[in-house]
């Protein structure tokens, strides 16, 4: 039974991440929009659980790194400097 759950976090990360960056990708929302960041952090942690569970480390070392952009950019956000680039 852990197993299963463990597996559905996991794809429920993957497709969270997927969809986020589809949006993004799709010009749907700015790549520094909580409504891109919580998603991709959300599916970054769920990965993180799948993948420490299976012994890949080096994907849960790069999820938890996206989490931390993920965190960063929010915290940004939230305090009010966040800077939209001017291409």
Not at 1 to 12: A, E, F, H, P, T
Not at 51 to 57: C, I, K, L, Q, S
Request: net charge positive.
């Amino acid at each position: 039974m852990q197993r299963l759950v463990v597996d559905v976090l996991g794809w429920v990360g993957a497709l969270a991440l997927l969809v986020a960056y589809g949006l993004v990708s799709a010009r749907r929302l700015e790549a520094d929009s909580v409504a891109y960041q919580r998603p991709n952090a959300l599916g970054s942690v769920l990965l993180i659980v799948n993948t420490v569970y299976y012994g890949a480390h080096p994907s849960a070392a790069l999820n938890l790194l996206w989490v931390g952009v993920a965190a960063h950019t929010l915290w940004r956000r939230w305090r009010g400097d966040a800077t939209r680039s001017t291409r």
